[in-house]
C-alpha cells in the first residue's frame, strides 16, 4: 500500500481537479443576459460567475506548479502521479476554460433577446481546447524527450490566459467590443489548440538552469509584464503569454539544447 508521503502529491493535483469543476459550475451558474435599454439598443451583461471561475482556473495552476513542486521536495514520484496530473489538467484547464469561451461565443452571437437559445451548433467549437488539451498530454506522458522543454504550449498557460478574458472584459474598452465578435473567438479557439498540438520546442523553467541566453530575454518578458499589468491590468496575462511564445520560438535551438 503507497506510503501517505507518496499520496501528498496526489492529494494536491486531486485540488486542482476540485477547483477545476468548480470553476465549470460558476461558468454556468448563470448565463449571459441580453437586455434592451431606454434608447433601443441592446446591451449584453456578462455574469459575475464568470469571474469567480477565472479566480479558481487561477488558483488550480497555483496548485498545479505546487503539486510537482511538492513532489520533488519530498523525493517521490509515481507512475499514477503523472497520469493523475493529466486527467486534472484536461478538466482545470481544458474542459473549464473551454466553457468561458462557450459563454462568449453566445454573447457574441446575441442577435436578439432569444438569441442565447439559437444557434448551438455554432458553439461547438469551444470544445476543440479540450480536445487539443487532451491530444497534447497524453503526446507528452508516452514522450521521453520532453525532460527540459515542452513540445508545443503546455495547457496550464492556456488555461491561464482563457481565464483572464472574462477579467479583460470587465475592463471594457476596446478590447471588450473586439471580444462581442464570433470571429475573435474562432480565431483564439483555433489558435490555442494548435498552439498545444504543435511540435515546436516551447520553453520550460525546469530546463532554465543551464540556459544563460535565456535570462536578457525572460528579464524583459517579465518587465513587460509588469509594466502592462501597471497601465492596463489584466492583458498583462496575453501580453506575458505572447512575450513567452515569442522567447520560445527565438531561442529555440537554445532550448533544446
Known amino acids: 500500500m503507497p506510503s501517505l508521503k507518496n499520496q501528498i502529491p496526489n492529494f494536491i493535483t486531486l485540488l486542482n481537479l476540485f477547483f477545476g469543476c468548480w470553476a465549470i459550475v460558476y461558468v454556468f451558474q448563470a448565463g449571459a443576459m441580453a437586455t434592451i435599454d ?18 479558481l482556473i ?39 476554460p473551454a466553457c468561458i469561451v462557450f459563454q462568449f461565443l453566445r454573447m457574441s452571437m446575441a442577435n436578439d433577446v432569444n438569441a442565447f437559445s439559437h444557434n448551438s451548433i455554432l458553439l461547438a467549437p469551444a470544445f476543440l481546447i479540450p480536445m487539443a488539451g487532451a491530444y497534447r498530454l497524453a503526446r507528452f506522458n508516452l514522450d521521453q524527450t520532453q525532460t527540459t522543454y515542452f513540445k508545443g504550449v503546455p495547457i496550464p498557460m492556456i488555461g491561464i490566459l482563457t481565464a483572464s478574458l472574462p477579467l479583460i472584459y470587465w475592463q471594457s474598452g476596446a478590447v471588450a467590443q473586439l471580444m462581442l465578435m464570433p470571429a475573435f473567438w474562432y480565431g483564439l479557439i483555433i489558435l490555442v489548440s494548435y498552439l498545444m498540438v504543435m511540435k515546436t520546442p516551447m520553453l520550460a523553467l525546469k530546463g532554465l538552469a543551464n540556459k544563460r541566453k535565456l535570462v536578457i530575454p525572460l528579464l524583459l518578458v517579465a518587465i513587460e509584464i509588469v509594466l502592462t499589468a501597471f497601465f492596463y491590468k489584466w492583458l498583462a496575462i496575453p501580453f506575458g503569454f505572447m512575450g513567452y511564445c515569442l522567447v520560445s520560438l527565438l531561442y529555440k535551438k537554445t532550448i533544446i539544447q
Open 38 to 55: 431606454e434608447n433601443g439598443s441592446m446591451i449584453i451583461e456578462m455574469p459575475e460567475q464568470l469571474y469567480m471561475a477565472s479566480l
Open 58 to 96: 487561477g488558483i488550480a495552476a497555483v496548485i498545479d506548479f505546487f503539486d510537482g513542486f511538492i513532489a520533488r521536495l519530498l523525493k517521490v514520484s509515481s507512475e499514477m502521479g503523472k497520469q493523475l496530473d493529466s486527467l486534472a489538467d484536461v478538466v482545470s484547464f481544458g474542459v473549464a
